[in-house]
């Protein structure tokens, strides 16, 4: 199954895949194909507990999401 992921509170810049050649632009959500790795860069600069999640519902209900903290 394909993963549209999404990180709240910040954007990231995705860099590599594993799979495919990707588009570099900035984005809050990015789409992560079955079996793909993807490497991204984003800057930490926005205090607090940002959530991450798959944005299919079923995918976020079996553990596929949390949060990263930047202090």
Known sequence: NDH???LHGMSFLPLTSNLRDIARNWTDT???L???TMDVA???DNPGDW???CHVIEHQ???LAGYLRVT
């Open 4 to 6: 549209p992921i999404h």
């Open 30 to 32: 990015a789409l992560l």
């Open 34 to 36: 079955q079996y793909e």
């Open 42 to 44: 984003l800057v930490a």
């Open 51 to 53: 959530a991450f999640h």
């Open 61 to 63: 209900k079996t553990g």
